[in-house]
Nanobody
Framework: QVQLVESGGSLVQAGGSLRLSCAASRSIFSFNAMAWYRQSPGKQRELIAAVMLDGTTQYGDSVKGRFTISRDTAKNTVYLQMNSLKPDDTAVYYC?????????WGQGTQVTVSS
């Protein structure tokens, strides 16, 4: 079982930037994909961004052009750079690792964007 620890969530003003980190307890090359999701009260958990084992990335429509997912394999860490933040980006952000059809989740980190 992998441990995923998110960090970097904070209160930020609209238009600002944040970088979230997701540190894995073992090599991220052991996963088929790693992804960021978010969930706000009353809404379903939403896929924000994902990076595949081969390095290809995908993004949710609501964050394309504003958010960037990246990884540091030496640190076993995946990042989510969030720019031009909007109040609608307010949510708990979760990291997920996928291996052989098994999902592992972090505990989440709160991002609050004030208007």
């Amino acid at each position: 079982q992998v441990q995923l620890v998110e960090s970097g969530g904070s209160l930020v003003q609209a238009g600002g930037s944040l970088r979230l980190s997701c540190a894995a307890s073992r090599s991220i090359f052991s996963f088929n994909a790693m992804a960021w999701y978010r969930q706000s009260p009353g809404k379903q958990r939403e896929l924000i961004a994902a990076v595949m084992l081969d390095g290809t990335t995908q993004y949710g429509d609501s964050v394309k052009g504003r958010f960037t997912i990246s990884r540091d394999t030496a640190k076993n860490t995946v990042y989510l750079q969030m720019n031009s933040l909007k109040p609608d980006d307010t949510a708990v952000y979760y990291c997920k690792a996928v291996q052989a059809g098994i999902d592992s989740w972090g505990q989440g980190t709160q991002v609050t964007v004030s208007s």
